[in-house]
């Protein structure tokens, strides 16, 4: 569902100079998959998750989703995936309702399909005491909520959500996670960022950690613990780290 070969991404900027924000980096996730990307700020998290929402165009590599290049067919692209960025980016002057209802209009969802289709998402994301609410009152956590019901209105195969807890709290986190985790088990191919430990020990079938923009190692939880000989994820994560930071500096 989703195959990254290669890919790569540099900026130009201007107190910096070239960026180098993805090198390199290859996975690939089926359907019915939790992949992660687990890595500190900066890692190249946000970029990778925007070339394969079509946002951003790779500098080199490829990437494939449902079936489509992001380079050259975009629109198709858009049409198979949910994204969500960190940015809620909710309207002040919507409700609830109308802001899942605009988007499913956007995606031209037939009306009859599209309120079943939301009565069906504000059910599961227990959303329906702030179906009324407007943007401009709504606390973070019903944003984000929101934020992954327009997500999913369009009930597409592929799901790209970039670090969909951050800022919210243990509750609202867990109720996102496992909304995220039932959208698995209906056969969705889901790619999610984060920097958080247990997200991935909870959450993940695979996970990927990135540094500086480059994939450092992948596999399941257990097979890192095993391959490292490290007690947890977390140990595993700083080895990799340092032993890259330690590279990098060689070179
Ligand atoms: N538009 C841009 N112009 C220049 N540099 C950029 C741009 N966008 C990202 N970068 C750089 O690319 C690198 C990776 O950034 P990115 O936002 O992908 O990291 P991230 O893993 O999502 O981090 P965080 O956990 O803080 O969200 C950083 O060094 C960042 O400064
Ligand atoms: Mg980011």
């Given amino acids: 569902m989703i195959l990254v070969q290669d890919l790569t991404k540099e900026f130009t900027d201007l107190k910096r100079?070239?960026?180098?924000?993805?090198?390199?980096?290859?996975?690939?996730?089926k359907p019915g998959e939790i992949f992660g990307l687990l890595g500190p700020n900066g890692a190249g998290k946000t970029t990778c998750l925007r070339i394969?929402?079509?946002?951003?165009?790779?500098?080199?590599g490829q990437a494939l989703v449902a079936g489509y290049d992001v380079a050259?067919?975009?629109?198709?692209?858009?049409?198979?995936?949910?994204?969500?960025?960190?940015?809620?980016?909710?309207?002040?002057?919507?409700?609830?309702?109308e802001m899942v209802e605009y988007y499913g209009r956007l995606y031209g969802i037939e009306e009859e399909r599209l309120q079943v289709r939301i009565d069906e998402i504000f059910?599961?994301?227990?959303?329906?005491?702030?179906?009324?609410?407007?943007?401009?009152?709504m606390?973070?956590?019903?944003?984000?909520?929101?934020?992954?019901?327009?997500?999913?209105v369009h009930d597409p195969p592929v799901l790209i959500f970039d670090e969909p807890t951050s800022g919210l709290d243990v509750l609202v986190a867990r109720a996102v996670l496992e909304a995220v985790a039932n959208l698995r088990d209906a056969g969705k191919?889901?790619?999610?960022?984060?920097?958080?430990?247990?997200?991935?020990?909870?959450?993940?079938?695979?996970?990927?950690?990135?540094h500086k923009g480059e994939i450092l190692d992948t596999g399941t939880v257990q097979e890192l613990i095993d391959e490292y000989n490290r007690p947890d994820i977390e140990e595993v994560f700083f080895e990799l780290i340092r032993e890259h930071k330690e590279k990098l500096s060689l070179t």
Avoid: W
């Avoid at 995936?81 to 002040?92: E, K, V």
């Avoid at 059910?123 to 401009?136: P, V």
């Avoid at 999610?192 to 990135?210: G, P, Q, W, Y």
């Fill in 17 to 29: 100079g070239p960026v180098a924000a993805v090198k390199n980096v290859s996975f690939e996730v």
């Fill in 52 to 60: 394969l929402s079509t946002v951003l165009k790779p500098t080199s």
């Fill in 72 to 97: 050259r067919f975009p629109e198709s692209v858009r049409a198979n995936i949910g994204f969500m960025s960190c940015n809620t980016g909710i309207y002040d002057r919507m409700t609830a309702r």
């Fill in 123 to 137: 059910d599961t994301l227990q959303m329906n005491e702030i179906r009324d609410i407007l943007g401009s009152k």
């Fill in 139 to 152: 606390s973070t956590g019903m944003k984000q909520k929101v934020s992954i019901a327009r997500t999913i």
């Fill in 189 to 210: 191919c889901i790619i999610f960022s984060t920097h958080i430990m247990r997200e991935v020990e909870k959450l993940c079938d695979r996970v990927a950690i990135i």
